[in-house]
């Protein structure tokens, strides 16, 4: 099983809401992704944890705030955002890259509307 | 710093024909490369990976793709098109030892009828 799953698939929220993003894989992958893709944009790294722990932050704005759980889920927290971070927002993981990298396999995406 | 650059960010081929989609690569150490497929609305989909172990990479879908150190290329190519492959796709390049994949533009191809 190579799958991603990520929930909700659809978020609108105000600029003063605070909403979570959820990620999941049971590929017993320990490193977990977070990319913003705007639209016609490739995506951008935001976040990487490693073993549970953030190992990479993209100077993303402290309004998104990373969290993992445990070495299944990953979890997005959004906080005041602005309509310009309105975009698709993907999760991946891979397997913890040591002496070679990996692949990484990629969830559906949760659309993100800021109003 | 490691980058990709592909070129033409839309490729238009008849249903049957030839697909081909560039990327070129800049690292100073070698690269380990990838190629993604984005549907409509959809995450990404891996579709072939080069780790250094053979040249010429086969994929998913008929897709296969040859790198080349001397050309810093890793052109996507499948002989024939079908309407199912209409969708953009990304090469992104990694470190060898690092779990940071950067991702080209896109192409994003259209198959005609």
């Known amino acids: 099983d190579t799958e991603v799953t990520q929930t909700p698939k659809h978020l609108v929220m105000g600029m003063t809401n605070k909403k979570s993003l959820k990620c999941e894989q049971h590929?017993?992958?320990?490193?977990m992704y977070w990319y913003k893709q705007k639209a016609k944009k490739p995506p951008e790294l935001m976040f990487v944890?490693?073993?549970?722990?953030?190992?990479i932050n993209e100077s993303v704005p402290s309004r998104f705030s990373p969290e993992c759980p445990n070495s299944s889920l990953l979890n997005l927290h959004l906080h005041a955002l602005q309509p310009e971070d309105s975009a698709l927002y993907l999760c991946?993981?891979?397997?913890?890259?040591?002496?070679?990298?990996?692949?990484?396999?990629f969830g559906p995406g949760t659309r993100l509307t800021v109003t | 710093a490691q980058s990709v650059t592909q070129l033409g960010s839309h490729v238009s081929v008849s249903e049957g024909a030839l697909v081909l989609l560039r990327c070129n690569y800049s690292?100073?150490?070698?690269?380990?490369l990838f190629w993604y497929v984005q549907y409509p609305n959809q995450g990404l989909q891996l579709l072939l990976k080069y780790t250094s172990a053979a040249t010429l990479v086969k994929g998913i879908n008929g897709f296969e793709a040859e790198f080349k150190k001397s050309e810093t290329s890793f052109h996507l190519t499948k002989p024939s098109a079908h309407m199912s492959d209409a969708a953009e796709y990304f090469c992104a390049v990694s470190l060898k030892y690092g779990n940071k994949l950067v991702f080209g533009a896109g192409t994003i191809l259209r198959v005609k009828s």
């Open positions: 991946a993981s891979s397997q913890e890259p040591g002496l070679k990298t990996y692949e990484q396999y």
């Open positions: 690292s100073s150490v070698p690269p380990y």
């Open positions: 590929m017993g992958h320990r490193a």
């Open positions: 944890y490693s073993y549970e722990k953030l190992s």
